[in-house]
Each structure stands twice: as structure tokens, then as C-alpha cells.
């Protein structure tokens, strides 16, 4: 079946320290994207990426950083530089969503990486 | 894009149809009205979207009014696994920028 998988499910990290979180998908999609949620609020984008190779800074890119070297994999790294890094880490892909179809607003889920700072 | 503004939550007991409501008094003829939901520790799901007409897939329905200002999804018999948070969303087809959630409505479904 197709979908998109994260990993880890669960994440425990040490002040100070790089982690880097997983995310693989086989639909095909052009784009793929990193949400952060934090407890009661919405999704926040952090980044996003239409093509292999490039990627654009969302709203709270600080602190993060990506790489889109093939199409199935979009991984996430958190830096020592974000401030707040625990919560819970979604990614999505989508068909290209400048593309005038109905299903570019559409995305897959993940089922979300939840990191730990302690 | 439109904004969107949604209750906070709403309860609803199990077995009766959930009525949530959206309003994107803002809306372009050009938008759409796109519906998500997030089960807790999960990520969301896409459930219907629409321009103008009701719309309705085994999933739910969309009603949309006729001055498209506002949006009800319904859940005809909700059961417990509908508790989540739903995401009313406002978007043309080409959008510049991927799709922005707001904080949506906490449904809880009592038995």
C-alpha cells in the first residue's frame, strides 16, 4: 500500500544534540512538507519542498534544517539551535500544489515523530 | 487564502449526527472548502472538500450555503473513533503556499 512512514515513532534527546527525523513516502508525490504541532495548537510549516533539490523555508524554519536528495525521502533535522524543540513532528506529501488540480491540496500524512528534549 | 473561523469544540453524543460548522465569510469564487481531521497522536486526514454544491462521500457531508460564506460538515452517526480535531480549510486549486491549519474544532463523541 502506498503511504508515507516516519521514523522513530517516539524520540528522546539530550540538550545540545542533532536528531534527525525520517520520512519516506512511495505515492509518487512531487511535494513533501514538515509540520510541527505543538499541545492544543494547530500545524505550523516549517518546510517545504516542491522538486528534488529544492526546498523553501515555512514559518518556523529557525533551528531546522532539510535535504530533498530523491523524490521518496525528505528527511528533518533539529538542531541545537531550536530553542523549543520538543513536540510532535508531522510530514506530508502532495502532487505539486501549484498544480491546478483539486488533489494538490490534498495531502498523505505520516503518523508523526514525537521528539523529547530532556 | 480566506480565513476560516471555527468553535473551539463541540460535544455530540454517539450514534447522532455531528453538525460542525466553519465560517469563511471571505471566500473567493475561485476557493474551495477542504476538509481534514486529526485523531489524537495521529496525523490528519483529508475527508471532502467542495465549491458550491452539498457534497457528500462515505466519509461525510458537506454542506456549503449558497452565498458560500459559511460550511457545516456532518457526520451522520458519529461513533467514539470521531472524536478528533477537524480542520475547515479555505484554498484555491493553484495555491503559491502549502496549506495552512488553524487550531480547527475539538469534536469529542460521548457514549
Known amino acids: 500500500d502506498g503511504g508515507i512512514t516516519q521514523s522513530p515513532k517516539y524520540l528522546f534527546r539530550k540538550e545540545g544534540q542533532n536528531v534527525t527525523l525520517s520520512c519516506e513516502q512511495n505515492?509518487?508525490?512531487?511535494?513533501m512538507y514538515w509540520y510541527r504541532q505543538d499541545p492544543g495548537q494547530g500545524l505550523r510549516l516549517i518546510y517545504y519542498?516542491?522538486?528534488?533539490?529544492?526546498?523553501q523555508k515555512g514559518d518556523i524554519a529557525e533551528g531546522y534544517s532539510v535535504s530533498r536528495e530523491k523524490k521518496e525521502s525528505f528527511p528533518l533535522t533539529v538542531t541545537s539551535a531550536q530553542k523549543n524543540p520538543t513536540a510532535f513532528y508531522l510530514c506530508?506529501?502532495?502532487?505539486?500544489?501549484?498544480?491546478?488540480?483539486?488533489?494538490?491540496?490534498?495531502?498523505?500524512f505520516g503518523a508523526g515523530s514525537r521528539l523529547t528534549v530532556l | 487564502d480566506a480565513k476560516t473561523t471555527q468553535p473551539t469544540s463541540m460535544d455530540c453524543a454517539e450514534g447522532r449526527a455531528a453538525n460542525l460548522p466553519c465560517n469563511h465569510s471571505?471566500?473567493?469564487?475561485?476557493?474551495?472548502v477542504y476538509w481534514y481531521r486529526q485523531i489524537h497522536s495521529q496525523g490528519p486526514q483529508y475527508i471532502i472538500h467542495?465549491?458550491?454544491n452539498n457534497e457528500t462521500n462515505e466519509m461525510a457531508s458537506l454542506i456549503i450555503t449558497e452565498d458560500r460564506k459559511s460550511s457545516t460538515l456532518i457526520l451522520p452517526h458519529a461513533t467514539l473513533r470521531d472524536t478528533a480535531v477537524y480542520y475547515c480549510?479555505?484554498?484555491?486549486?493553484?495555491?503559491?503556499?502549502?496549506?495552512?491549519f488553524g487550531k480547527g474544532t475539538r469534536l469529542s463523541v460521548i457514549a
Open positions: 506530508a506529501s502532495s502532487i505539486y500544489y501549484g498544480d491546478s488540480s483539486l488533489r494538490a491540496n490534498v495531502l498523505t
Open positions: 505515492l509518487n508525490h512531487d511535494a
Open positions: 519542498s516542491q522538486i528534488v533539490n529544492d526546498f
Open positions: 471571505t471566500i473567493s469564487g475561485n476557493e474551495y
Open positions: 467542495g465549491l458550491k
Open positions: 480549510i479555505v484554498r484555491a486549486l493553484s495555491g503559491n503556499t502549502p496549506l495552512v
